[in-house]
């Protein structure tokens, strides 16, 4: 078992549930919007194409509980499942990496809005270290382990190139990093109390290429 997989276990939800969890919250957040007060599963599961049995299964992780023939009161859907994410709380992070996608993310309002605070960024590179209009400042990485520790991170986002992610990734859990979000096409090595999730891009693609309609 991966240590992603023993955390979901651990709060008692699946990783594919956890992963579903945001539409649902963007679904409940454009029906109050749109001046509503309550959702049914029915409707949600309709928005996303999904089975509402599913829906109603997910749900119940957040600890919300539905009114039959009603559905959830969106104020309370909204908190419960934000609540569950740990979206309702500030998670101090930084970025290893200021080239395209790390600056791309630096600028991704929702990440802020879901409470991730971006406190800084590093990079080898001394064209992309300063201050930015939009963004934390950037670093040297030779200053990495004193501004981690400085501004208390917890999270690291790593959009490095990949021959030097293993060493920026042990360069990050000496500093006391516990979280490594990699974007990265390495499989990092960490210890057992080192958290990483790695998010592949080529894999997603690959997908998109092997299924799109041929000429």
């Not at 395209?100 to 991704?108: D, I, T, W």
């Not at 590179?125 to 200053?143: I, N, Q």
């Not at 090595?189 to 894999?203: A, G, Q, Y």
């Amino acid at each position: 078992m991966t240590r992603i997989a023993q955390q979901a276990k651990r709060v008692s939800a699946s990783i594919p549930t956890i992963r579903r969890l945001p539409s649902y919250l963007d679904v409940a957040k454009r029906y109050r919007h749109d001046g509503n007060d309550v959702i049914s599963g029915t409707v949600i599961a309709e928005e996303l194409e999904l089975e509402a049995i599913q829906v109603r299964k997910d749900l119940a992780v957040t600890g919300i509980v539905g009114k039959p023939r009603v559905g959830y009161p969106l104020d309370e859907l909204i908190a419960a499942i934000e609540r569950f994410l740990n979206w309702d709380r500030s998670l101090r992070a930084v970025i290893v990496g200021a080239g395209n996608l790390g600056s791309a993310l630096m600028g991704y309002k929702e990440l802020k809005d879901h409470g991730l605070v971006l406190t800084a960024a590093f990079d080898a590179s001394s064209d992309r270290l300063g201050v930015r209009p939009s963004g934390p400042t950037v670093y040297p990485v030779s200053d990495m382990k004193a501004v981690i520790n400085r501004k208390q991170a917890d999270l690291a986002i790593l959009t490095v190139p990949s021959k030097v992610a293993q060493d920026v990734c042990d360069s990050l859990v000496d500093a006391g990093i516990k979280q490594i979000w990699n974007f990265t096409n390495v499989q990092l090595r960490v210890p057992e109390d080192v958290l990483v999730l790695r998010e592949d891009l080529s894999s997603g693609f690959a997908v998109l290429s092997v299924l799109r309609p041929l000429d």
